[in-house]
Nanobody, 116 residues
Framework: QVQLVESGGGLVQPGGSLRLSCAAS????????MDWYRQGPGKQRKLVAR???????NYADSVKGRFTISRDNAKNMVYLQMNSLKPEDTAVYYC??????????WGQGTQVTVSS
């Protein structure tokens, strides 16, 4: 059974940092592209960052220069380092594993709230 489990969410002040983690029980984890999506209140779920099996990364314009996605294939882990957080970053963040362009597996999500 495939499981993706996110952790690291919470409440942070504007300008602060958080590091999200995702533990994946996936065979051949290293061959999946791994994504972080987010869904804010009343908004659609959107792709925030992707790291390909090659290690190449892509980011939404809204987080470029502030967020960094990384992976540790030896541990089946993917991370999202979030710096200079803004209130508009408030959302539920989801980890996803993609085989091709579309995610095949999703985690349950972790809440990130940026507020003073």
């Amino acid at each position: 059974q495939v499981q993706l489990v996110e952790s690291g969410g919470g409440l942070v002040q504007p300008g602060g940092s958080l590091r999200l983690s995702c533990a994946a029980s996936l065979s051949i984890f290293s061959r999946y592209a791994m994504d972080w999506y987010r869904q804010g209140p009343g908004k659609q779920r959107k792709l925030v960052a992707r790291i390909h099996d090659s290690g190449t990364t892509n980011y939404a314009d809204s987080v470029k220069g502030r967020f960094t996605i990384s992976r540790d294939n030896a541990k089946n882990m993917v991370y999202l380092q979030m710096n200079s957080l803004k209130p508009e970053d408030t959302a539920v963040y989801y980890c996803a594993a993609a085989w091709g362009a579309t995610p095949a597996y999703w985690g349950q999500g972790t809440q990130v709230t940026v507020s003073s």
